[in-house]
């Protein structure tokens, strides 16, 4: 019988994983801490749930490999094929300088040494028209001159190529025959947009990232072939969707906030099941506060993002992440300013509370003297921290020098680590043209719970959600996700221009396109989904807004389109320009497989006896008052259960605080819904 | 007078940056032409009641502190009591506001429970200010009327209602009205979010606690500012150099010239010994003097603290009147940015003789060249600015970054070549570093960028700008000095000819024809024997160097 799911994703500081059982609706969760060989972690988690492989219908995985060998460079050794006049391209990047006080600002190092990286005499035009035919002497010299370096890989990227990708795809071929070891990557296989640092950047990173992957999810597939596991196993991509070993294998760029991406797909999934469409997915983990939007119950996605100031063209769910979490750093500047983060405490020796040998004084150490955390009851007991060890750093860190008492120190800690997330929720917010107070909060990860009151209150949200098991949702998440691929294509026209027929012709070329790489999800046709985007501006513009392309455009020819393009410019920018010329600049078209999504499971009712786990001695900053707060275990609350603040309500992976004036309501699916009681 | 908790003025600091940043989505988000929202040509920033600035956000370096006095400068000419709640007040008359007239400022008061407690303020580059030059940047005008129009604290609201035909009168006088009028709307609801998000603060604190810690914060950046000043040795420190021309004068160079006294935890930055006013638009106004002044010392001493008004307490900047860095009435800046882009790096070469290990050596200097095509009957008609990146000056403890914009364009991006051919009728042949002119040294200055265009299509033109092409961008303790930007044309044909010339038209150039731009590198740090032999492995090995250059 093949009916379980296991969802594993790779964090900074822990392995989560989250088995569903289809039948039943059960979940079990575990934690692994995340040092030592991946794959051996990975196993150890399947090991300590106790699952058997061979019941396993699917293993969904988030993995950080990528995004981390690019943090660290320590990707491969690899070469660059590009266009004559062109090899500096990848250096000279784009010439901004993103700090301008900064006198010894240097963009980052180039990733393929000037000496890698080759030309070849070739050249398309602006319209897709040959130039210049390739010279296959000189690629083939040029192929031998890397391999005689022995690089490990090879990019390919030819000017225009996102028009027309032949030359790309015979040097490729030339590639195979001369040097058939080489990891390729082709700048057209992997994005189809102009401009041609962008997509060199992500070409290189690519390749420079592919024989680490490779290696790792090979190694993985052998020891799930050994252990008899015959499900399949896909990877999450930044875009929210899942996608086959095989795919991943040679598309590591699409996998690079593969784990974040997992928590967004859960709070989209969470926002159908309660008819909320606008939701903030904040998740608050240990070093970082990851803040991404869901808007009429998608994601809002980007066509582009940087690693490290390394921009990667790819389909990417927008996410936001700031140097906040429990482990963020409080210390006081030499002119007297307290600041929290960015930099934080690693996993070892984490906070000083931990009592591993931390001395510096942190946010989840705040906490525990607000009174906020249960020393004896962190982690559900596998842990106990040191109240007296987090005392003595605040008090001689912050509140010595600081002339204050030991409480107001730690208030004003938690407090400045409130106001921080909370500016950067209502940045991305407004940034992308939305009013907070119009979002429901959905606050995870491990610190999510303690944060979610406050962030509501300063907000003005309408309510804050603490999902059940807030500490692996997003390993949750990825259990909900569709199988997708994408196809973006840079298709420079004037609208004015562009018929109803033809637009029609180019996206159904895109679509197929798309879908012949599907074959092997085994998703019945019937269970697929295509959505069309086209990336649109008024004449003269540089930025473009993102417009869905609905089946019903072509009825009215195209009109409806233009004005959804006025609709939608005019809620980014607070201004439509219904009488300028529109340009098109980009097609996407985005297939879903559409999977099996994990039955919700009912709690059941509230039964009789006592929820009250005791009263604890709390501060709360903005009220000026230290208030004795009712403390309740979670597990014992059912659905109905209302909670009154001021209250502490704990689970094994996360604590969560209600204020004064708010309460807390556990849904029937053991969501706890926090929304402010009007007085 | 009780002090304000140090949490509390945390937390009303941070409040402040954050409208700081909210005003700065908001202009980005709502402005029309590229110049703000691509450029960032632009700065804003909250002050107080007296004009100092409580928090800023930047686009351009230069901007900094030019907002504090726009405002003091409303405020002499109004008084306090000449203000409204909902006012909304334009300036940029340069002598007043600091850099060129196509920089308007749009500010506007705060009040909060009928008191006058904050200003919100923002200058941008408006797409065009009905000057000679379309767009502004004029380079041959004699006085500041040839430039546009003025504006001097004239209110665009009064008490929240609009004057139509202040506005329809300015909409007359731009070549591209509806820009201009999409930009300042935008400049407007930037000013409108600052305003609510302090009376919001207001409302949560009180007027008079923002007042106090602000007070407090002002005491403590100073405080810390002084500290890091004490640390520069005492003294006086010189730097001077030879500008080309100023646009209208063309045989006429004249110099630049700043003395930085050092003396305990103060410092003075003087230009006695800067040429007179020049005739020509490349006058640098004093305000804008004194905010480059107050870059410098933040960048050399805080980079990465939010500023406000304390940090600049201890410095003062001096200078005659009538320099060409202290122009006055009828004085052309319209092309300030070539003395302005020099006074940061005399005010670094200057202090380099003091605290060498955290300056720079000089950077190439403003470079680059529109490529148009006017007149209908030749085509249409397009124009494509290439403002080309170059080589920075060598670290005291690294090479020079190369191919990265001059200091004075901050954040902006150059055009792809794919973006370029997709737009305008040329075919970039080569995009790659320009290996000459890069300084030797222990530490080498970065290298500039060749761009080499192939015109598609007949008559077109192109104007170039440059500077310092006489005396070059130099080197550090015995680093060499960098070479010079230059201009080719009919690259590769018998017509070729190699062009360092300040400022000059060109063409028309037709199809098949090919130029090129090279931008200069970075002058070099220290001296080029004691180059450590790694680094000289790694320039042979990639062709940054050649075996016989060494």
Redesign the interface.
Not at chain 2, 401 to 405: C, M, T, W
Not at chain 2, 410 to 414: D, F, K, S, V
Not at chain 2, 541 to 544: A, D, I, P, T, V
């Given at each position: 019988m093949m009916q379980k799911r296991l969802a594993i994703d790779v964090g900074g500081t822990f392995v989560d994983f989250v088995s569903l059982d289809e039948e039943t609706g059960d979940i079990r969760i575990e934690k692994a801490p995340s040092s030592g060989l991946l794959e051996q972690r990975f196993f150890e988690g399947i090991d300590s749930l106790a699952l058997d492989l061979k019941a396993l219908r699917t293993i969904i995985h988030g993995s950080t490999l990528v995004i981390n060998t690019i943090v660290q460079e320590k990707g491969a050794r690899i070469g660059l094929i590009t266009t004559k006049g062109f090899r500096d391209v990848l250096e000279l990047g784009r010439g901004n300088r993103e700090e301008i006080y900064n006198l010894f600002y240097r963009p980052p190092p180039s990733l393929v040494e000037r000496y890698l990286r080759l030309e070849v005499s070739e050249r398309l035009d602006a319209r897709g028209e040959v130039v210049t035919p390739l010279d296959e002497d000189g690629a083939r010299a040029a192929i031998r001159q890397l391999k005689a370096e022995d690089v490990d890989g090879i990019a390919i990227i030819f000017l225009h190529s996102y028009i027309d990708p032949t030359h790309e795809e015979r040097m490729r071929a030339l590639v195979e025959e001369e040097f058939p070891k080489a990891a390729v990557t082709i700048s057209s296989e992997i994005c189809r947009e102009w401009r041609e640092f962008e997509r060199t950047s992500t070409t290189v990173l690519n390749v420079y990232t592919k024989p680490k992957l490779m290696r790792y999810l090979s190694a993985l597939e052998g020891e799930l072939k050994r252990r008899q596991f015959g499900g399949t196993l896909n990877i999450m991509q930044s875009s929210g969707g899942i996608t086959s070993i095989r795919a991943a294998q040679e598309g590591p760029i699409r996998t690079t906030v593969s784990g974040p991406a997992g928590g967004v797909i859960g709070v989209a999934a969470l926002g159908s099941y309660l008819g909320e469409g606008n939701l903030v997915a904040a998740d608050v983990g240990g070093t970082t506060f990851d803040v991404a939007l869901v808007s009429n119950g998608q994601p809002l996605e980007q066509s582009e993002h940087s690693i490290n100031r390394r921009p990667v063209l790819q389909p990417t769910i927008d996410i936001v992440s700031i140097g906040a979490g429990g482990g963020s750093i409080a210390w006081i500047d030499d002119a007297r300013g307290l600041h929290i983060g960015p930099q934080s405490v690693e996993a070892d020796p984490g906070p000083a509370c931990y009592g591993l040998g931390g001395t510096l004084a942190t946010v989840t150490d705040a906490q525990l003297v607000l009174g906020y955390l249960d020393p004896e009851y962190y982690l559900g007991e596998r842990m106990r921290l040191d109240r007296e060890k987090a005392e003595t750093v605040i008090r001689e860190r912050i509140a010595k020098p600081f002339g204050m008492s030991l409480i107001d120190a730690a208030a004003g800690i938690v407090h400045l680590a409130n106001m921080n997330m909370a500016y950067a929720i209502r940045n991305i917010t407004i940034e992308r043209g939305h009013d907070p107070r119009e979002f429901s909060l959905v606050c995870y990860g491990g610190g999510g719970g303690l944060f979610a009151g406050f962030l509501l209150m300063e907000l003005e949200a309408a309510s804050a959600i603490v999902p059940l098991n807030p500490a692996t949702f997003s390993a949750w998440g990825l259990l909900n996700a569709d199988y997708r691929e994408d196809y973006v294509r840079t298709y420079l026209r004037r609208f004015a221009d562009v018929g109803a027929e033809q637009l029609k012709c180019e996206l159904d070329a895109l679509e197929n396109d798309v879908r012949s790489r599907f074959t092997d999800y085994g998703v019945a046709p019937s269970q697929t989904a295509t959505q069309f985007h086209a990336a649109m501006r008024y004449h003269g513009q540089e930025h473009t807004v993102k417009v869905p392309i609905l089946s019903s455009d072509f009825a009215d020819d195209l009109l409806s389109l233009r004005q959804r393009l006025d609709a939608l410019h005019e809620r980014a920018y607070a201004l439509s320009l219904p009488d300028s010329a529109a340009e098109i600049v980009n097609l996407q078209a985005s297939v879903l497989g559409i999977t099996r999504k994990p039955e919700l499971k009912r709690m059941s009712p509230l039964l009789d006896g006592e929820l009250l786990k005791g009263k604890r001695l709390v501060t709360i900053r903005d009220y000026g008052i230290d208030i004795d707060a009712a403390v309740f275990n979670r597990d014992n609350l059912a659905a109905g259960s209302e909670v009154q603040g001021p209250a502490i309500i704990e689970e094994w992976t996360s604590t969560i605080l209600v204020l004064p004036d708010q309460a807390a309501k556990v849904d029937d699916i053991g969501n706890l819904i926090i929304k402010r009681v009007e007085k | 007078m009780s002090k304000v908790?140090?949490?509390t003025?945390?937390?009303i600091?941070?409040?402040l940056k954050?409208a700081a940043?909210?005003m700065m989505?908001?202009l980005i988000?709502?402005a029309?032409n590229?110049l703000i929202?691509?450029v960032q040509d632009f700065g804003l920033a909250i002050t107080n009641h007296r004009g100092e600035m409580l928090a800023e956000g930047?686009g351009?370096?230069g901007f900094m502190g030019c907002l504090g006095p726009t405002v003091q400068s409303g405020l002499r000419a109004l008084g306090s009591a000449g203000f409204a709640e909902g006012d909304i007040l334009l300036a940029n008359e340069p002598y007043e506001t600091g850099t060129h007239i196509s920089d308007t400022a749009v500010y506007m008061p705060i009040f909060f429970e009928g008191e006058l407690v904050a200003f919100s303020a923002l200058m941008a580059h408006w797409a065009d200010i009905g000057g000679k030059t379309p767009g502004g940047w004029c380079p041959d005008t004699t006085d500041i009327h040839q430039e546009g129009l003025i504006f001097f604290h004239d209110k665009l609201y009064e008490a929240g209602k609009l004057n139509q035909t202040f506005l329809r009168f300015i909409l007359k006088n731009v070549r591209f009205p509806e820009l201009v009028h999409?930009d300042l709307n935008a400049m407007i609801?930037a000013c409108r979010t600052g305003s609510k998000r302090y009376i919001a603060l207001c409302e949560r604190y009180g007027a008079d606690i923002i007042r106090e810690a602000m007070e407090q914060?002002f005491d403590?950046?100073e405080?810390?500012m002084r500290?890091k000043i004490s640390e520069i040795p005492d003294g006086a420190y010189s730097a001077s150099i030879m500008m080309d021309h100023d646009g209208v004068e063309l045989d006429k160079p004249y110099k630049v010239w700043v003395t930085v006294n050092v003396s305990g935890a103060e410092m003075n930055i003087d230009w006695t010994g800067t040429a007179d006013t020049v005739k020509g638009p490349t006058n640098h106004p004093f305000v804008g003097t004194v905010a480059m002044a107050q870059?410098v010392l933040?960048?050399?001493t805080m980079?990465?603290?939010p500023m406000n008004h304390g940090h600049l307490r201890p410095l003062t900047v001096t200078a005659p009147d009538n320099t060409a860095v202290s122009p006055q009435y009828p004085a052309a800046t319209d092309s300030y940015g070539y003395v302005g882009e020099m006074v940061i790096h005399l005010i670094?070469k200057a202090l380099s003789q003091a605290i060498p290990m955290?300056?720079?050596a000089c950077s190439y200097q403003m470079f680059g060249g529109a490529i148009y095509r006017m007149d209908p009957r030749h085509g249409e008609p397009f124009i494509y600015i290439d403002p080309l990146?170059g080589g920075s000056g060598a670290?005291p403890h690294?090479d020079g970054?190369?191919?990265?914009?001059f200091?004075g364009d901050?954040?902006?991006?150059?055009t792809?070549?794919?973006?370029i051919?997709?737009r305008y009728p040329l075919?970039?042949?080569?995009?790659?570093?320009n290996l000459n002119g890069a300084g030797k040294g222990k530490y080498r200055g970065g290298f500039g960028?060749t761009r080499?265009y192939q015109m598609l299509e007949d008559n077109i033109l192109i104007q170039t700008m440059n500077e310092n092409t006489i005396e070059t961008p130099w080197g550090l303790y015995g680093g060499e000095e960098a070479g010079v930007s230059e201009l080719t044309v009919w690259t590769g044909s018998d017509r070729e000819r190699t062009i360092r010339g300040r400022v000059y038209f060109y063409g028309p150039f037709n199809k098949g024809d090919i130029i090129t731009q090279s931008s200069a590198g970075g002058g070099g740090w220290g001296d080029p024997s004691e180059r450590d032999p790694t680094l000289i492995e790694y320039d042979l090995?990639?062709?940054?160097v050649q075996p016989d250059d060494q």
């Open positions: - | 908790d140090p949490i003025t945390q937390v600091r941070n409040a954050a940043d909210e989505i908001s988000k709502t029309h590229p929202y691509e930047s351009l370096p999409g609801a914060v403590q950046s405080a810390m500290a870059t933040k960048s050399l980079p990465f603290d670094v955290r300056c720079p990146a670290f690294a970054p190369s191919g990265l914009i200091v901050g954040n902006a991006p150059n792809p070549t794919e973006v051919e997709g075919r970039v042949l080569r995009h790659t570093f960028v080499e090995r990639n062709g940054y």
